[in-house]
């Protein structure tokens, strides 16, 4: 009976499931009515899916009336279509918008990227999320050409420098201006990557005319996300993972260090041997007999632990949207001590009141936590202190002179007894005002403040090395800083449409702003105890406070118009008109003018015999923006506090301090022509970008030293011009797009000229204008270059070094090459050399198969020159004496002719050692790559999309530059390799 019961169970259900499903059949057309053959037609949630006949004919079986067919086809818009009842179904599909729809963000506004004329890039955020860093400059690195990222300091919670074409100003400010949803904010790391939705760079004065002041060394705009109607979205994206250094160079084993420190005094010796005993400390004779040797990079460095997670939420309806996410990142340093975290929440809301009035707010708040006890100094003993030595004395306490010499100090001494703790706050408040009364028109009102501060406690203890040299009390400072941005902006915007030919816009924008900062400082002097760190500083035997304020404010007029006919021909001009309160009294006001023009020359019909091109336009403009990156009451006379006796009594006044005034101070304006050709073939399989700039920099900021008997030492005042001009190159190919594989490469190339073409317009007797060598700023010249004597070998025995032009030298020192070959060495002989860059550039190649997807950028950048201490100054370990460890070189010795680097002595520096310095710092590396794989058919369970990922970062490096890394020198915080285990996660 059980048996019949369950066969008849099993039939009602069998009966019941084929009654459910269903079979369906129709036709796949494009928009013209065409067959589309090859379609894939999906049934959503599931692994069942067919294709297209040669008509377009297609029959699948779906399993119930509430299935869903996903029509998907390589160049058209995906389609979706609840079955229902139907079991004839017609379907049509678009062509999908080629990248040239896309829309782009501009300077109050945003544009198809088919209408900019302008020098405009936007930058994938998928992209740049790719990389495991809190640092958004990092991010960008390699992703446009143009942009030349380099580190600014490898520790935990730093940030990178930006260059967009070159460094212009000579000493001001040569740091982009960042833009976050129309607000200037403090610094590009002030937002989540996780909630940015595009990120445009502005690199053409036509672009950045709009934004005027503070334009001149470029704009990155970054807006952020937000939530869209009728749909709700929850996302969480983590990584976890694993830190790590790369260390290009050596320095001395205990054995060789000893042998070093042997041949030093052996020069100083009339070429014999000392015994060891005369020359190691009794220390450093126990260790080499015991062979215990300190590796200090062992005992300095560890494998340290990064972090992060981000959760977002957006919803929307017809009236109200709201984007939040929320983030939380940790990230251990490579030096026990070192660490950052930091916490952000974003809401971005949007209020629809109604059809012509919407409100709008877009809010950040951010904590982060720094603990960095100042590791130079710690980093530079790695590398100096000798390895025969003892880190602990006999009770287990750091012993501060390892191997008995003042000279070598524990490295690890002050990573235990030193902590300084940097506690920020940093909140962005916009909100904003749209009315559209009419067709076309439109006005936002737009408010913003942006305020940070921040506290920092720093104390060293008794048994520090201050503490040491301070006779066993503690120091230290507390110093709270804050910083607040306000900014009101009126902008009009008006679009119209004549003939459907004729397109016209026009934009107005009022601005203006105030930012205001203040700093106390108090530093504490011999603290008596321990007991309550830095908050014992009401008993230190001296408290010194130093208090700061500072206020600079902006006001600004813009205009531009935009016209094209036909999407053919273009035409942009713009003004603006910007009045700052740190120029002199006469010079206040600057206005900065703007043209373009644009031809799209793929819509003529004499290109039609070119049948696979997508894209041709050629784009012309020329224009002015101003720089105003310089500090506070930089116009003014300063005032310094002094103090003296009246009547025994202490009184303060104030004198006259360094700086003259200068009321005509004015704006540095940097001026641009950029021609550029966009290209595209086959529908933008092959697409592209070739610019050449051309940017003279005028009124250059710049601060100059005067004669003492005139009562001032400094003037801050308007000099010379200086000249940036280059070619970049941006190629993107998409070699395989198939239904389940898709491969697709990038490349940039970035060259930049930079030259000094007038300086203070002071000329010699012939007319040439005069150098300023104090400075090493040479007419003619890049502003950043090394001025010294070239290195031409080591002097060697049997030379006739008395005849030379270094008849002082010795057998095993610097020899110096006679440039002018006068038989005499003077400053004639010294040669000028280039710094900068000759090239940089980005290889980039990405692969999805199915569900795997593998991608890699390598970064690369060539002929950039840097002097590297470690290899000839004393205090940093490279000047042979003996001393201290560094860097393993290959010296002279008479057993050992073919050395290139001077002969070890005790006593002194090798004369010239120092022209050894300048190394090659080009390099070539392995900056990300990534394997992910994303779980197919996660519909069921209530999820669009779940993928996991593995991500490596700075895996290798090839240069000669020896560091850790070849934009820092080897006292800088080693910059870190990095490999973390992701997941992505989309509701």
């Not at 109200?320 to 070192?338: A, D, F, M, Q, W």
């Amino acid at each position: 009976m059980k048996q019949a019961y369950l066969l008849w169970l099993c039939l009602f259900i069998g009966l019941h499931a084929h009654a459910q499903s269903r079979e369906v059949s129709g036709r796949i057309t494009d928009s013209s009515g065409e067959s589309l053959p090859g379609v894939s037609v999906l049934e959503k949630g599931t692994n069942n899916a067919t294709l297209s006949g040669i008509d377009g004919d297609f029959k699948i079986r779906v399993n119930s009336p509430q299935s869903v067919l996903v029509f998907s086809f390589v160049g058209m818009s995906p389609k979706e279509i609840h079955v229902g009842d139907q079991s004839k179904i017609q379907v049509s599909l678009e062509a999908a918008p080629s990248s040239l729809d896309e829309v782009v963000v501009v300077g109050y506004g945003v544009q198809k990227k088919s209408d900019i004329i302008s020098s405009v890039v936007s930058v994938s955020t998928e992209s740049v999320n790719k990389v495991p860093t809190n640092d958004l400059g990092e991010m960008l690195r390699g992703k446009a050409a143009g942009v030349y990222v380099t580190l600014g300091d490898a520790a935990p919670g730093s940030s990178s420098n930006i260059l967009i074409r070159g460094s212009r100003s000579l000493t001001a400010g040569n740091a982009p201006i960042v833009i976050a949803d129309g607000v200037p904010i403090g610094g590009i790391n002030d937002v989540n990557p996780n909630d940015i939705a595009s990120i445009e760079i502005l690199k053409d004065a036509a672009a950045q005319a709009i934004y005027g002041a503070r334009a001149s060394n470029g704009v990155i705009l970054i807006t952020t996300k937000r939530a869209k109607e009728g749909k709700t979205t929850i996302d969480y994206n983590s990584f976890y993972g694993i830190q790590t250094v790369n260390r290009n160079f050596d320095v001395y084993s205990g054995e060789e260090f000893a042998q070093l420190k042997r041949e030093a005094y052996r020069a100083d010796n009339n070429n014999h041997y000392l015994p060891d005993d005369r020359i190691f400390t009794s220390i450093e004779q126990e260790i080499l007999a015991n062979k215990e040797f300190i590796n200090w990079e062992d005992e300095l460095l560890r494998k340290a632990s990064t972090q992060n997670h981000n959760l977002s939420f957006a919803t929307g309806t017809g009236k109200t949207r709201i984007y939040t996410g929320l983030n939380y990142s940790l990230r251990e340093g490579v030096i026990p001590g070192t660490d950052f975290q930091r916490g952000t929440i974003r809401v971005n809301v949007d209020q629809y009141i109604n059809h012509w009035l919407k409100l709008g707010a877009n809010t950040s708040w951010q904590l982060s936590k720094n603990n960095n006890p100042g590791t130079g100094e710690t980093l530079l003993r790695a590398v100096t202190t000798s390895p025969l030595g003892k880190i602990y004395n006999e009770d287990g306490t750091y012993r501060i002179y390892p191997t008995g010499v003042q000279e070598s100090i524990n490295p690890l001494l002050d990573l235990a007894e030193v902590s300084n703790t940097r506690n920020d706050r940093n909140d962005i408040m916009n909100v904003f005002l749209d009315i559209t009364p009419l067709k076309g028109f439109s006005y936002r009102f737009n408010a913003s403040r942006r305020s940070w501060n921040r506290k920092t406690l720093n104390y060293s203890t008794a048994n520090s090395l201050l503490g040491f040299r301070r006779g066993g009390m503690g120091n230290g400072f507390m110093q709270f800083e804050d910083e607040s941005e306000w900014q009101l902006e009126n902008i009009i915007n008006y679009q119209v449409e004549i003939q459907s030919k004729h397109h016209l816009a026009g934009t107005f924008v009022q601005s203006v702003s105030k930012k205001q900062g203040t700093s106390f400082r108090n530093s504490a002097n011999n603290i008596p105890n321990d007991l309550l760190d830095i908050w014992g500083l009401p008993t230190a035997e001296s408290n010194i406070p130093t208090v700061s304020a500072s206020s600079r404010g902006l006001l600004s007029f813009v205009a531009r118009l935009q016209y094209d006919f036909n999407h053919r021909y273009y035409l942009t001009a713009s003004a603006r008109a910007d009045g700052s309160t740190v120029f002199g009294a006469n010079n206040k006001w600057a206005w900065f003018p703007a043209m373009a023009l644009g031809w799209n020359l793929h819509e003529e019909d004499f290109m039609e015999f070119v049948p696979k091109l997508s894209n041709l336009k050629a784009r012309l403009s020329y224009g002015s923006v101003g720089n105003e990156a310089i500090g506070t009451y930089r116009s003014l006379s300063t005032a310094v506090q002094r103090d003296y006796l009246f009547n025994d009594v202490k009184r303060i006044g104030y004198v006259p301090g360094d700086y003259l005034p200068n009321p005509n101070l004015k704006w540095e304006t940097s001026t641009t022509l950029n021609a550029a050709l966009d290209f595209g073939f086959f529908n933008e399989r092959l697409s592209g970008t070739v610019e050449y700039y051309n940017t003279r920099t005028k009124d250059l900021l710049a601060e100059l030293s005067l004669q003492a008997d005139i009562g001032y030492t400094r003037m801050l005042r308007n000099v010379g011009e200086v000249q940036n001009q280059g070619i970049e190159l941006s190629v993107n190919g998409i070699l395989v797009e198939k239904k389940d594989w898709t491969l697709s490469t990038a490349l940039s190339f970035s060259r930049n000229r930079n030259k000094i073409l007038s300086l203070y317009g002071e000329k010699d007797e012939f007319g040439n204008e005069l150098d300023d060598v104090g400075n090493r700023w040479f007419i003619g010249y890049p502003k950043d270059v090394y001025y010294q004597y070239v290195p031409d070998g080591i002097w060697q025995q049997g030379e006739n070094i008395v005849a030379s032009h270094q008849p002082s030298a010795q057998p095993g020192d610097v020899k110096i090459k006679d440039v002018n070959g006068d038989g005499i060495l003077n400053d004639k002989d010294r040669v000028i050399i280039k710094r900068d860059p000759k090239w940089f550039g980005t290889f980039n190649i990405t692969n999805k198969f199915k569900g795997i997807d593998f991608s890699a950028d390598i970064v690369t950048v060539q002929g950039t020159i840097r002097n590297n201490a470690f290899l000839y100054d004393y205090s940093s370990g490279g000047s042979l004496r003996g001393i201290l460890n560094g860097i393993k070189v290959n010296y002279w010795t008479p057993e050992n002719p073919g050395g290139t680097w001077p002969r070890p002595q005790e006593s002194n520096d090798r004369t010239y050692i120092s022209t050894l310095g300048l190394q090659d710092a080009s390099y070539v590396r392995l900056h990300t790559l990534t394997l992910g794989y994303t779980f197919p058919n996660m519909a069921k369970w209530k999820i669009n999309n779940l993928r996991v990922y593995a991500t490596g970062h700075n895996l290798f490096t090839l240069t000669d530059f020896q560091s850790y890394s070849p934009e820092k020198n080897p006292n800088d915080y080693p910059e870190a390799v990095s490999v973390v285990g992701g997941i992505q996660i989309n509701f």
